[in-house]
């Protein structure tokens, strides 16, 4: 008697479950649906490496395959744009002033900064998953003053966009990254933690809205390897000149 009681409860408890997550993905899909229509730029996707091409690939491969990438995207997004997303402030219009390969370097391209002396080290950044390499040019700088070469922007991998995937949708006016944030970027930065934790040094502005500084310290700097990290704050790190001391 005792086990079939425990079993009803059981079914109960697995039935309720069952109805929670039907309710939270019929209200994911309701609320995807209430958003802005999906742009052509939103549900193209490119041919790129998989986890297992990149592990095989050297840097020169895989620049090779981002150069292709961006030819494709001309071809069937950037040159099949109606008139009405041809706008001056839409960074995918090629008639558009903020158009990336209009500027010189193109800061959506990945690159190696190499010092003038002896190398002291290499050092690897990896850009936010809706950012660009043009936001950690000025640290690749500085490391790169000091005797390091750095490889910056080491691909994520994105799958086929669609309305869910997307947290929101804004225009798209900034050249070097995405405005709208798609739920892969969560995804990836969650399996980065529960991946081996390296050591880190983290520069974090006070004024960035899209991660929490308080979030930071409690959820990052919670992991044991958070014992031989730094973390350094401000108002403005990204445009220092350097973010290393003079001595």
Known sequence: MR?????????KGLLALAILLLVFFVGRIYQSEQGPPLQQWHSWSADEMTADEIDKASFADYQRRETRIFQQMKVELNDELSEDEKG????FYPGSAIYPARFQPDWNRSFILLPTGAVRG????????????????YLAEAYRQ????????????????A?????????????????????????????????????????????????????IVSAVYRYPAAEKASLITGRNLLNRPSVFPDS
Do not use: I
């Open 3 to 11: 086990n079939l009681r425990l079993f009803r409860l059981v079914r």
């Open 146 to 161: 000091q005797g390091f070469a750095g490889l910056a922007g080491w691909p994520a991998l994105f799958p086929a966009f």
């Open 88 to 91: 001056a402030l839409n960074r």
């Open 122 to 137: 290499a050092v690897g950044l990896l850009h936010g998953l809706t950012d660009s390499r043009y936001s950690v040019r």
């Open 163 to 215: 309305r869910t995937a997307w947290l929101n949708m804004v225009p798209e006016y900034n050249p070097f990254k995405y405005n709208s944030f798609p739920v892969n970027a969560v995804r990836q930065s969650w399996l980065l933690t529960q991946a081996a934790f390296p050591s880190v040094l983290t520069f974090q502005s006070v004024l960035y809205a899209t991660v929490s500084t308080p979030a």
